[in-house]
């Protein structure tokens, strides 16, 4: 297992160490709770083809077998042959070994963690209609079981859970940062300018990235000038601001459903009619997709990422951009999970043909666009960064053969990983999120 790993182990009922058999019983309960017919289908119905391999970023930029999708899943087959054979848990004289100790599971976690986004391009190279990435998030929620997780993925959900954001800000923090925005915003909004809190009825409910609130405040700057200017009636909460959700990633959908649920409950106090959420790919997909999934419900309100209302804006003609502002060429990479997982593919492009004449795509691009790397919780954890900017080579290969100056992204870890990988291989780029280059030609 990699260094990395950062053991959570949760205590038996009683207080003491779990057992090997407590421990068994434990993921018996994760696969039959995390496992379903499809699953099975999906696991049992690959021909081996090797389809998938070239749409895996991890793949085409180290061409090793290991990181062929179809490969990593024989490792959790593995598993499930030792622990869940439906015949073999049958035989009392075939007795597993102790799970903390199984060589299988230390490959199941590079397998799963290191060596795997969840992206989903696999999937849509298969002709048998895989998913790794689902079959891969059955192996996180087993490792969930056993405490074996990295780092990154242990202290933001704790934090989460315990306060209410992944940095751990409270609620007098969050208001005097919006309250001195607002001050330091007023020379280019006009006089008496402010940033309603907690205002009941809105038509948006605005939930920023916490980063934003601590570290860069001139994005959230930029968000909120885009939603003055297009005379949005908005508020922000100290109910719920953040974005963030690490627990879906963890492989415990009942973590990350404590973490949306607060959202979703900022929501429904201040009556808001949608929820539109900073530019954060898995805090979209788990809120906009999983959550319906997980509470087995349709919600009867919207959520938009903050891109799908700037271009509704463009069309009504509530935002006017100065077109060229930023010069070009410049390409767009699709965060996987707001593109090719949450179908969001055309309203970048729209917005972006709106600000400039020399836009240029990716190839491939849209749902078939290569994960840059940094997304299904690698970039949370700093110690694997190696790998993060390994498994960046194709994305930067991408980048280059555009000839781009300037790379716009709509996912705040899309950013920052292509940020670094710019760096690594020598890429001449500016990186910019989509809400900069909009704030930046609103005329």
């Keep these: 297992m990699s260094t990395e790993t950062e053991v959570n182990d949760a205590p038996a009922p009683d207080g003491n160490e779990l057992s090997a058999a407590q421990y068994i019983a434990r993921l018996r309960r994760i ?51 030792e622990y869940f054979h439906p015949l073999r848990s049958k035989l009392g004289f075939v007795k597993p070994g102790d799970p903390l100790a199984n060589p299988k599971f230390e490959k199941l976690y590079k397998a799963a963690f290191e060596n795997c986004t969840l992206c989903g391009n696999c999937a849509l190279s ?9 079959i891969m998030y059955v192996a996180r929620a087993l490792l969930f079981g056993l405490g074996k997780l990295p780092s990154g993925l242990v202290d933001p959900v704790n934090t989460t859970l315990e306060i209410g954001n992944y940095l751990g800000l ?12 607002a001050e330091e915003m007023e020379d280019d909004m006009g006089a008496g300018f402010s940033i309603p809190i907690n205002k009941e009825n809105p038509e948006v409910l ?9 570290d860069l405040p001139f994005l959230l700057m ?51 009619k949608c929820l539109t959420l900073a530019p954060c790919g898995h805090g979209y997909r788990v809120l906009n997709y999983e959550m319906e999934k997980i509470m087995g419900v349709r919600f009867d ?42 179908g969001v593919i055309e309203e970048p492009r729209n917005v972006i043909k709106a600000l400039t ?47 781009a100056k300037i790379v716009i ?35």
């Design 357 to 403: 004449n020399e836009f240029v795509e990716m190839t491939p691009s849209g749902v078939h666009n290569y994960c840059c790397g940094g997304g299904g919780g690698l970039a949370s954890t700093g110690s694997l960064g190696g790998i993060r900017q390994r498994m960046g080579k194709v994305k930067a290969e991408q980048i280059r053969a555009t000839g």
């Design 206 to 214: 605005y939930i920023p990235h916490p980063l934003t609130l601590r």
């Design 31 to 81: 696969f039959d709770t995390y496992t379903s017919t499809r699953f099975f289908a999906m696991l049992n119905a690959c021909v081996n083809c090797g389809a998938c391999a070239e749409a895996c970023h991890y793949y085409c930029s180290e061409k090793d077998p290991d990181h062929i999708p179809a490969n990593r899943a024989k490792q959790l087959e593995k598993v499930i042959v």
């Design 222 to 272: 930029d968000e909120l000038k885009i939603l003055t200017a297009a005379g949005e009636d908005y508020t922000l909460s100290t109910h719920d601001f953040d974005t963030v959700n690490y627990a879906f990633y963890q492989g415990s959908k009942e973590n990350a459903y404590t973490i949306s649920h607060s959202t979703l409950r900022a929501r429904e106090i201040l009556n808001a």
């Design 409 to 443: 992204t709509g996912c705040f870890n899309c950013k920052n990983q292509i940020r670094d990988i710019g760096k690594t291989y020598d890429l001449d780029i500016a990186v910019k999120s989509i809400v900069e280059v909009v704030a930046g030609s609103i005329i």
């Design 126 to 134: 298969c002709p048998m209609g895989i998913n790794t990435g689902e």
């Design 170 to 181: 409270s609620d007098e923090e969050f208001i005097e940062t919006v309250e001195w925005l």
């Design 301 to 342: 309100f919207k959520i938009y990422t903050l891109v799908e209302l700037i271009d509704q804006y463009i069309k009504d003609k509530r935002l006017v951009l100065e077109k060229d502002r930023f010069e070009g060429p410049i390409t767009f990479h699709d965060p996987c999970n707001i593109g090719r997982r949450g």
